[in-house]
Nanobody
């Protein structure tokens, strides 16, 4: 099994920045994808960004140019800049291998106008 521990959420003013981290432990397969989803208040969970173990990245259109995803072997980061109130959400880290997807507990990001 894989366990995920997230950190880095908080309250920030519009235009500000935050960096989220997610550390994976346990049975980590060498080939995997890690990344982030988010769930805004009253809305469905949506994809934010992902990065494969080979370094291939993808982003939701809404965050392109503002968010940057990166990783080490077991930790994924999300650098968020130019934050706006529409980025307010619970951010969930995920780990995906060939046979399972594991989710983190979520970290709250709140952006004030």
């Amino acid at each position: 099994q894989v366990q995920l521990v997230e950190s880095g959420g908080g309250l920030v003013q519009a235009g500000g920045s935050l960096r989220l981290s997610c550390a994976a432990s346990g049975s980590i397969f060498s080939i995997n994808t890690m990344g982030w989803y988010r769930q805004p208040p009253g809305k469905q969970r949506e994809r934010v960004a992902g990065i494969t173990s080979g370094g291939t990245k993808n982003y939701a259109d809404s965050v392109k140019g503002r968010f940057t995803i990166s990783r080490t072997r077991n930790t994924v980061f999300l650098q968020m800049t130019s934050l706006n109130p529409e980025d307010t959400a619970v951010y969930y880290c995920y780990y995906q291998s060939t046979d399972r997807t594991t989710w983190g507990q979520g970290t709250q990001v709140a952006v004030s106008s």
